[in-house]
């Protein structure tokens, strides 16, 4: 598949991905993190470990997309590492396309705190490199961004307890 076919169809399906995040009411389905003790721990409001949680959210329906269009979906099992997600064809291995995936919050009106699209070193410099790479970065057919932008809760004056019970999600 070509560059511009690859880019039209994840466009429509990314389309879709807001609904993965949120209710119906504009809330965000994830309240945090369950441990044995059915204790809740809500998410911080660290941008890594959002995103994090934002890009596990997300696996599922990339792999569900990678399926449907003939696709394997390689990560890389570095952090800090380019890709985010490479789809990687069945019919022609040497066909991939790169997407990493990248968020930041509104910090008012059309603006965002910012959002690094990657350093200039390694694999963006010598394109050939597998320096912090999964592919060299001339393998890739294209080169995509997904990018998330979500709104913060305001931090609350009020002592809020370390954990809830599970039951009283």
């Known amino acids: 598949m070509d560059r511009d076919t690859f880019l039209r169809i994840f466009q429509a399906e990314v389309q879709t991905y807001t609904q993965l995040s949120v209710t ?13 003790f059915r204790r809740l721990y809500a998410v911080p409001r660290d941008t890594k470990v959002v995103a ?10 990339l792999a569900e ?13 570095q952090q800090n590492f380019y890709p ?3 789809f990687v064809s069945r019919a022609d291995p040497q066909e991939k396309h790169a997407v990493d995936i990248k968020s930041s919050y509104r910090t008012g009106g059309l603006h965002i705190n910012g959002m690094a699209l990657g350093a200039y070193t390694g694999y963006f410099r010598d394109r050939n490199s ?19 932008i ?20």
């Open 130 to 148: 597998l320096k912090n790479a999964l592919f060299s970065y001339n393998s890739f057919q294209s080169h995509l961004v997904l990018g998330i």
């Open 150 to 169: 979500y709104s913060r809760a305001e931090p609350s004056d009020e002592p809020q307890p370390f954990a809830y019970a599970l039951d009283d999600l």
């Open 65 to 77: 997309f990678a399926e449907q269009h003939g696709y394997d979906l390689r990560f890389p099992q």
């Open 84 to 86: 985010d997600v490479a």
């Open 52 to 61: 994090r949680v934002l890009e596990t959210l997300l696996a599922p329906r």
């Open 24 to 36: 119906e009411s504009g809330g965000w389905i994830v309240k945090g993190f369950v441990d044995v």
